[in-house]
């Protein structure tokens, strides 16, 4: 009798997780969908983009790039190059002295010709919501467009409507490792909506820089 009970108990807690789940994401994805695009040229102009940072290496090695990462800097060049955005902020954990994500972005732009002058470097981007959240109160713009892949950038956008900002995003293409990247976006997706609820605010701030 007891071990029914238990399974039914959690038959119930399973079935309300997925459909929390599957609520969570229908309700991202359907009210982003005309914020992001594809095709670069579809894009409407913003003065900034912000760069949503994710590590560069595969391994500790250092020996294979995340293809996730890469695409991220050719999306943002290809942002830049074609007049779509005027100033790259690349948001990223810089969190300890080994691990700057803002730094290595920073230098992969230049060396795919965007001017060091026109990037700027967001070193306390933790989180997307704190990348979201310090674009709008410490470089002051309420107006620009997010740049990573499409599931992230959707709950990038999610947030930036949720906060009154007026952005879109430019999808860069996916990366490896598909399913385990899909199946964590799923659960950051339910732990967004979380922090929302509860005014979750961005671990740091300080400072604000103006962006001219």
């Known amino acids: 009798m007891v071990k029914n009970v238990l399974r039914i108990v959690g038959v119930v807690i399973v079935t309300i997780i997925i459909s929390v789940i599957v609520i969570v994401n229908f309700i991202v994805n359907s009210s982003t969908s005309r914020q992001h695009f594809d095709d670069v040229n579809a894009v409407p102009k913003n003065k900034v983009g912000l760069l949503l940072g994710t590590a560069k290496y595969h391994d ?68 997307t919501l704190d990348s979201i959240l310090r674009c709008r109160d410490i470089f002051g713009q309420k107006s620009f467009t997010i740049i990573s892949q499409e599931f992230h950038n959707q709950r990038a956008l999610y947030i930036a409507n949720h906060k009154g900002l007026s952005c879109v995003a430019f999808n860069a293409p996916m990366g490896e490792t598909v399913f385990r990247e899909m199946f964590r976006e799923k659960l950051a997706r339910v732990k967004m909506m979380l922090d929302l609820i509860n005014n979750k605010q961005a671990s740091f701030y300080g400072e604000k820089i103006e962006v001219k």
């Open 60 to 127: 500790k090695s250092r020996q294979i790039i995340n293809t996730y990462y890469q695409n991220r800097i050719d999306a943002a060049v290809a942002l830049y190059m074609s007049g779509k955005v005027d100033i790259i902020i690349v948001s990223g954990d810089n969190s300890t002295q080994y691990y700057n994500e803002p730094l290595l972005m920073k230098n992969d732009l230049i060396a795919k010709g965007v001017p060091a002058s026109h990037i700027i470097m967001d070193n306390a981007g933790f989180r």
